[in-house]
């Protein structure tokens, strides 16, 4: 894999909401219908991305000379946070994600935003203190 095809993978995760049931086998009537599947889709954008940064911090670590834009951080964010779910391990994936995005310096007021969109403020405020106290103990 390449950085190319990490950014490929990260777009298609993201659920676009205007595409439109009009295919075969959807019932273009039906609103209920249409949300359930977009539901579905955002759910398992959501776990695709999970996988999709798993894989990517693995070729980071053999690659250390390679850094994701804040296009890409952004949009993996984005398929993160496109469900309601607020499992322990897609918060786990979040944070991972936010940490690595602001220690590889790409951190943008738009993916701060996405951040505090998915945690409460005292979530935030913790991963925060843990960033400094990580950053403390490299430090020493």
Same mark, same amino acid.
């Given at each position: 894999?390449?950085? !190319? =095809?990490?950014?490929?993978?990260i777009k298609s995760c993201v659920v676009d909401e205007s595409t439109t049931f009009?295919?075969?086998?959807?019932?273009?009537?039906? +609103?209920?219908? /249409? /949300? &359930?599947?977009? $539901? #579905?889709?955002?759910?398992?954008?959501?776990?695709? +991305?999970?996988?999709?940064?798993?894989?990517?911090?693995?070729?980071?670590? $053999?690659?250390?000379?390679?850094? &994701?834009?804040?296009?890409?951080?952004? !949009?993996?964010?984005?398929?993160?946070? !496109?469900?309601?779910?607020?499992?322990?391990?897609?918060?786990?994936?979040? +944070?991972?994600?936010? $940490?690595?995005? #602001? =220690?590889?310096?790409?951190?943008t007021k738009h993916i701060t935003d996405?951040?505090?969109?998915?945690?409460?403020?005292? !979530?935030? $405020?913790?991963?925060? #203190?843990?960033?400094?106290?990580?950053?403390?103990?490299?430090?020493?």
């Amino acid at each position: 894999c390449d950085l !190319q =095809s990490f950014h490929l993978m990260i777009k298609s995760c993201v659920v676009d909401e205007s595409t439109t049931f009009d295919d075969e086998g959807f019932d273009s009537n039906s +609103a209920s219908s /249409k /949300k &359930l599947i977009t $539901q #579905r889709a955002k759910v398992i954008g959501s776990r695709v +991305a999970i996988g999709i940064w798993r894989d990517i911090r693995v070729w980071k670590d $053999q690659n250390a000379e390679i850094t &994701l834009t804040s296009d890409m951080y952004y !949009q993996l964010l984005q398929a993160l946070c !496109q469900t309601t779910d607020r499992s322990r391990g897609l918060l786990a994936a979040v +944070a991972a994600v936010f $940490q690595s995005c #602001r =220690s590889d310096g790409m951190e943008t007021k738009h993916i701060t935003d996405i951040v505090r969109g998915v945690m409460t403020e005292s !979530q935030f $405020q913790k991963l925060l #203190r843990s960033e400094k106290k990580s950053a403390a103990s490299v430090k020493n």
